[in-house]
């Protein structure tokens, strides 16, 4: 099979999703391939925080300023992804609260409104924040759902034209001479090769990026930076909670949905383990002590999971943490730098600027394409975040009880329209934490390529709440049979995804975690039989 | 308040060696926080599925000889073991609670037990010794045979228009692995469509309160009976039991097809009623039954219980002779885990467990979890002990009692009821089992 695309993407991740939507509003035939599902590398696994820079204002001033202002872009088209919740950089007793000065001021050079308020203030603001904090500021920290912003960068993508590909690794670049004229590419699901042929093709495979330059025959010197994190069951703060010092580990607390999450660690991995990143039992030890100097009531709040991301840094000088490598975005022109033409890189930043970095990179595209065109994509709402009330917008799914709706639109925000309310069942619960309703996950599964209960879990939240999964695998499993007609399938996939969910619980093992584990493990094993011979 | 015995726990276990107990004469108290592992039950009790290494096991007493010393089960004896499984069916019916056993010769005695399968949601074969009368129960793992013996050809499984913890897909390819053919359908009951209108009602529990009505139970049988196409087994979900065995016993008369019932997402409706029944039980042989309690700042003195309160009495001082904690496993809160230790909380019993938390967990979920089979030290008789020290008038039983991982080996009831009979004679003074 042979396919001809203005250019091809790759990677599935907020960088490359991004990338492909803003090549595809500009009228290029785009081409994305994803050898996982989407947001499974880094963009899935961080914070969730909505940065406004202030964080980087002191030590990185440029990706402070970008952050900003890609801050406010995203809380204009993406509203149904973000909550515009604010932030607080405390300093605590055992901090210098000189800091706090330097700081202020490299704010608000950066463009960061950074307002100093009373630690009183500030508890009533946040009351879950250390009581025994001796100074405040008041930044527009938010935080941002991931998931949803990748998934809806990839719908909008498809809306103007893409071509998604999702469990399809490339396997070789397709060279003629110095030139990438496409790559081969290994369905994972079929087992299939095809080849697809473009004049440009843009790496954006975060820290596996390394590995694509490399079998494209240029090297790009990465720095893998693990970083874990741990998620909480409930949402303590309401407000995100940052230590007001030297960027470190564990020093940001960050409200998401209806649990918060607090990290991050930051170590240097070999490329071999960015595939299989697991927190280790002294990251979660870390991560507990050093978060309950920011909310003392995370010391007594059930942990649901661990996890750990790569940040996919750009080497720079010899940092063994990378805390002071530069997040600025980095794009490679492989032509300029290699002598390696229709290749581009895209990498470095952070999922707050991948607007940008998708801007900068689709800039890069319609040069070497030679096409005018201008990027969008900073006043253009991704779906969700459509013009019009999201009120009048939620009249369609009227029929469900009113939690419900809220939590559909909270969610899918105006695309809540397109779910099927007409189906008498579809108000049913298929997750009673995350209260996702059955038209909603049949949506996921039908038109937001959705293979496998991980999949739905990103784009839906199911599994994703209290029970971790308990209750809502099985019935999500069962739509999944319902949808493909393989039940064995399904079968298999809700093992995997209920081993998925316990890799993240095992490394925080204990109190109601494992209580809760103990009784997923009687239910699925023993009564619903699921390792039982067939 | 004195009594003769105090009983922490109102699961399996606590109520089988309460009623013993009661019956024979001995003024107990039982206290009960609420929920137990009934109420997330399968629908049948194993005694023994597998060996600790995993090996399937077809007759349980035949097996027990092999397990290790520190197992309840070594610590009663298999003779004790064969005495009280041949009285547990009696035990149990004469509270009410009709259990099936798979057919066993009654000789060699060894061979007096032997597994049938139980088939599960996901439609599965699961070892179990005695099953609840309506689930779908088999003698052998191979053949799925109707109440005359005759093989099992075509199947139709039916739900309600709806209900998603009962997933007729799953089944229907465990059973098209037996050869069985399969058809879907699926009914709508009014008052069923009702309880859709919140989405969280739509639970197995809620389906069964209102499947005990006449007009509901009458109409989802005619119904039935209108979409079958001469199939000779109908699968239900188990929601039609919660008021006894009755309504399953008349769908079975007015469905012409062997009736059989598989489990759905928990609550677990013949595992509640199960429950029911044996509280019943011990409450109409006199026991006192706390509900909503919990047991705290025992006295513990010279190696005895001294007296123990709960929450809801207060500094009242309840004491007895004796005293038997059966308040379950981790999920029951019988045991608490903090990160390097386990405890068991209300007395602050010797617990056994593997001091390096990483081997607490596999990271395989279906792999053989040790964190499952941590439980309290006991000696031979299942008295605790604290710091070492023996506990002389406190008992253990049920899942609490540490030395085996009855999830790996499919003995969670067994465990529970073989416990509680041997704590039940060891507190009645007696050195053989007397009849129940």
Redesign the interface.
Known sequence: MRAEFDVIIIGGGITGAGTARDCALRGLRVLLVERHDIATGATGRNHGLLHSGARYAVTDRESAAECIKENMILKNIARHCVDDTSGLFITLPEDDLDYQAVFVKSCLAAGIKAEVIDPKEAIRMEPSVNPSLIGAVKVPDGSVDPFRLCASNVLDAKLHGAKVLVYSEVTEFIKDGDTVRGVKVLDHRTGEVSEYYAPVTVNAGGIWGHRLAGMAGVNVGMFPAKGSLLIFAHRVNNVVINRCRKPANADILVPGDTVCIIGTTSTRVPYEECDNMAAT?AEV?LLLTEGAKLAPGLAHTRILRAYAGVRPLVSADNDPSGRNISRGIVLLDHEERDGVKGFITITGGKLMTYRLMAQMASDAVCRKLRINADCITARTPLPGSRPGGLEKVARKIWE??TT?QKAVVGRVGTRAATLSPED??A????C?CEEV??SEVDAAIERMDVHNLVDLRRRTRVGMGTCQGE?CA??A???M??ASGC??K??AD??SF??E???GM?PV???DT??ES??T?????????????? | MKFDVILIGGGLSSLVCGIRLQKAGRRCLMVSAGQN?LH???GAFGLLGSLPDGTAVQYPLEAIPSLPAGHPYAKIGVGKIAEYAAMAPGFFESCGVHLVAAAAAADPVLRSVRNGF?F???????PAWLAMSEVAFFPT?EALRDSDGVPVESALIVNF??F??F?A??I???LE?NGIRCRLETVRIDDVERL?K???E?RSVNIARVMTREQNWKGFAYQVKELMKGEDMVVLPEVFGLGGELIPQWLSEMIPAKVTYV?T??P?VCGIRTQMRLKEAFESAGGTFLLGDEVLDPEVEDGRVLCVRTSNLGSMRLVADSYVLASG???G?GL????GEFREPVFGLDVDYPQD??D??D????AK?N??GVGVKTDGAFHPYIAGRVVENLYVAGSEVGGCNS?AE?S?AGVAIMTAFKVADGILGRQEPANA
């Open positions: 039992p030890d469900v009880p419900v008498d069942y108000g049913s619960l298929v009673e309703p059955v209750l099985c019935r499993a069962g739509r049979a319902q039940t064995a399904a079968r809700l093992k209920i081993n969910r316990w890799k095992y093992g204990w109190g494992l209580r103990a009784y493990q009687w239910v699925y094993s023993e009564v619903l039989g699921l390792n039982g011979k067939i | 592992a997330f039950s399968s139980r599960t949601a996901t439609g599965t074969m699961k793992e228009a709806g998603l913890d997933n897909r799953f229907a390819e465990g692995k859709r919140n989405p969280s739509m489990g997402m928990p677990s496993n981790l999920f809160n608490t885990a903090a990160p938390r990483s607490w967990y990271p395989d979920f279906f979890q964190y499952i999830l499919g969670g």
